[in-house]
T-cell receptor, first 112, second 113 residues
């Protein structure tokens, strides 16, 4: 069993829809949770960073962490075609960790 | 502008040859990392380095080697011992401690022909 599981998709939704991306994990020691966005043939860029449980909002993006269920989510409101990318969840036990563990990534397409 | 530069963007290698991928950062980050990305497998850690002249193996270090002679530079050599080297290679860096995520380069696509 992988430490971090993420549905690879692909996921295709119409413009303006609310998108929900999810990851589950098995290591209860994970405390820091991140979402990265990766455009085709580019490196990932950090979107959201959350410590422990709770919600964090940044514009159209909301990150949610439920440590009791070992489940994290990224919500995208009012989705735009420019949001089309692969989204990777990542997590670690230690802040500034040397060993960030990544999910497989979910490929998302927003259709105009 | 600060960032991480990976070169080349595309690289072709014949079987049995060693090849070196370049990674340079001007962010004054302490730590640097090499990941490999294959379709459907996410990112897997090859090597990482916290300080100059020191580095540690990641989860898939076999067939790879690195050096960290300067804070700004962390080149990766893919040796002929790497059985399946065709992949997308990503270099990243971060501050230590108190980091809030990695900064990634744009990647190098290596193809063995």
């Amino acid at each position: 069993q992988k430490e971090v599981e993420q549905d690879p998709g692909p996921l295709s939704v119409p413009e303006g829809a609310i998108v929900s991306l999810n990851c589950t994990y098995s290591n209860s020691a994970f405390q820091y949770f991140m979402w990265y966005r990766q455009y085709s043939r580019k490196g990932p860029e950090l979107l959201m960073y959350t410590y422990s449980s709770g919600n964090k909002e940044d514009g159209r993006f909301t990150a949610q962490v439920d440590k009791s269920s070992k489940y994290i989510s990224l919500f995208i409101r009012d989705s735009q075609p420019s949001d089309s990318a692969t989204y990777l969840c990542a997590m670690s036990q230690i802040q500034g960790a040397q060993k960030l563990v990544f999910g497989q990534g979910t490929r998302l397409t927003i259709n105009p | 502008d600060g960032g991480i530069t990976q070169s080349p963007k595309y690289l072709f290698r014949k079987e049995g040859q060693n090849v070196t991928l370049s990674c340079e950062q001007n962010l004054n980050h302490d730590a640097m990392y090499w990941y490999r990305q294959d379709p459907g497998q996410g990112l897997r850690l090859i090597y990482y380095s916290q300080i100059v002249n020191d580095f540690q193996k990641g989860d898939i270090a076999e067939g790879y080697s690195v050096s960290r002679e300067k804070k700004e530079s962390f080149p990766l050599t893919v040796t002929s011992a790497q059985k399946n080297p065709t992949a997308f290679y990503l270099c990243a860096s971060s501050f230590l401690p108190g980091d809030y995520g990695y900064t990634f380069g744009s990647g190098t696509r290596l193809t063995v022909v």
